[in-house]
């Protein structure tokens, strides 16, 4: 797996990161096109690319504060959901990155946040 900094909204993904991101999150929860394309100018953000065999499988969104860093969002794609990749990706964020901040919707909503709050919490024990 490989995690790849995106620096410029002219990269080919940036297109398929944010029609994902549009339909995944609530609109309360994302920015405009325009908006999005101005985290690129940010010194504090960073959108990485998630690679698995050489194929774009989802993306972060991160900003790095002052003591932590800020996971905004993380996605993987709907077509690669359900193997165990966001289990990888979280594995990088805790290796890479000591203190970070990760909101997760509340276990009790669905099957798939009760996954993934048994998962991040095994990961943090």
Known sequence: MEFLQITSP??????????????????DERREW????????????????????SE????LIIWDLKNHVFVEHFEVFSEFRNQKLGSHITDYLFKNY???I??????????NAKRRFFVLSKKRV
Request: net charge negative; glycine share 2%.
């Open 34 to 53: 325009s908006q999005f394309v101005k985290l690129f100018d940010h010194p504090n953000v960073q959108v990485i690319s998630v690679l698995n065999n």
């Open 102 to 111: 990760l909101e997760i919707e509340p276990e009790h909503l669905d099957d």
């Open 56 to 59: 774009n499988i989802g993306y």
């Open 10 to 27: 002219d990269d080919y993904r940036v297109q398929h990161i944010f029609n994902s991101y549009s339909t995944t999150f609530p609109e």
């Open 98 to 100: 000591p203190r970070i």
